[in-house]
């Protein structure tokens, strides 16, 4: 199954999720989500998803001096990037019951 | 910047080149800054600048990148001025343009309707009573330029508005845009160049989030 649309849907939730557990730059979020099983992810992908939830207010982030090379941009969760996050787990948990349920019912080939 | 880098963010603004000015810039120079953290490794498994360019606008929201013509150029990153979106002008000076804009265009369209009332009544006539009553046609009358207003950060109705009141057409493209439903982000023509009236200024309006 191409997972690249189901991806393009979660990201932005994984992205908030990661961050929600410690404030974190770009890159470190790219790994963190590769490292938790989303293999595929992509740089752009990952960049583009911070950005956005940034552009909307869920992230706020701040410049630290890195001992290697340029400064790095680290994200935190804003009070409505928080809320936008348990908003998602609680649309993320019921899709994922009802769809479930849906398979469940299904011919199992 | 290293080489690899500078290529890298070109050749991702090349393949973003449909986009609207602003929007383009602002994803070039946030880009940047992005790449500037990751060390050479990582810049060489970015791949290709193109697929790239398609996985961020995916990921921004944008539409999917339009051919454009081969000879836009790409802007240098070296050489990108400040960021300045949208552009500020004075309160004053704003409204003496608009002020201007709707006295030029309140003269302009009672010499239209002269013109057009003229016409039509000679048309009248000739069908009524024959040859002989021929009037000055009205395309002999040269169409008017106008300056087009400044629309972006307005709402969709207040742009619309303005830019009726100098005797221009409207067509709107609504855009994914972090700017508040409505509001517009992008005009064409830009803001004060001169159009003949009639001309059709396109609005980009903001979908909202």
């Known amino acids: 199954m191409d997972t690249s649309q189901l991806l393009k849907g979660v990201l932005p939730m994984a992205a908030l999720s990661v961050i929600s ?5 770009g890159y470190e979020v790219l790994h963190e989500l590769r490292s938790a099983g989303l293999g595929t992810v992509g740089d752009a992908s990952v960049y583009g998803t911070l950005q956005r939830a940034y552009d909307a207010g869920l992230l706020s982030s701040y410049l630290v001096a890195s001992d290697s090379g340029p400064s790095r941009r680290y994200y935190s969760l804003t009070p409505t990037g928080q809320v936008a996050l348990k908003d998602a787990r609680e649309t993320w948990d019921v899709f994922c019951d009802v769809v479930t349920g849906l398979l469940d019912r299904g011919a199992t080939p | 910047m290293t080489t690899a880098l500078n290529d890298f963010v070109r050749q991702v603004d090349q393949a973003c080149a449909d986009l609207p000015e602003p929007q383009r810039r602002k994803l070039v120079v ?5 790449l500037r953290e990751l060390d050479a490794d990582a810049i060489a498994e970015l791949g290709d600048p193109a697929a790239y360019a398609a996985e961020l606008r995916a990921a921004l929201d944008l539409p999917t990148a339009r051919p454009v013509p081969a000879h836009v150029p790409a802007y240098p990153p070296a050489q990108y001025p400040p960021a300045q979106y949208p552009p500020q002008k004075s309160g004053l000076s704003t409204w003496i343009i608009v002020a201007l804009c709707v006295v030029g265009s309140g003269l302009i369209m009672v010499v239209l309707f002269a013109a057009l009332a ?3 009544l000679a048309a009248t006539s000739q069908h009524s009573s024959g040859p002989g009553t021929g009037a000055p046609v ?7 330029m106008v300056p087009v207003p400044n629309l972006v950060g307005g709402t969709q109705a207040k742009a619309t508005e303005s830019a009726q009141a100098v005797g221009l057409d409207v067509r709107v493209e609504v855009v994914a845009s972090n ?7 992008a005009q064409s023509p830009a803001a004060f160049s001169q159009v003949q009236q009639g001309t059709t200024v396109v609005l980009q309006v903001s979908s909202g989030r």
Do not use: M, N, Q, W
């Not at chain 1, 557990?21 to 730059?25: I, P, R």
């Not at chain 2, 009205?138 to 008017?144: D, E, G, N, Q, T």
């Open chain 1, 21 to 25: 557990t410690g404030d974190a730059y």
């Open chain 2, 30 to 34: 946030d880009l940047e800054d992005h």
């Open chain 2, 118 to 120: 003229f016409f039509g």
């Open chain 2, 138 to 144: 009205a395309s002999a009358v040269p169409i008017p």
């Open chain 2, 179 to 185: 700017r508040p439903k409505g509001e517009v982000v």
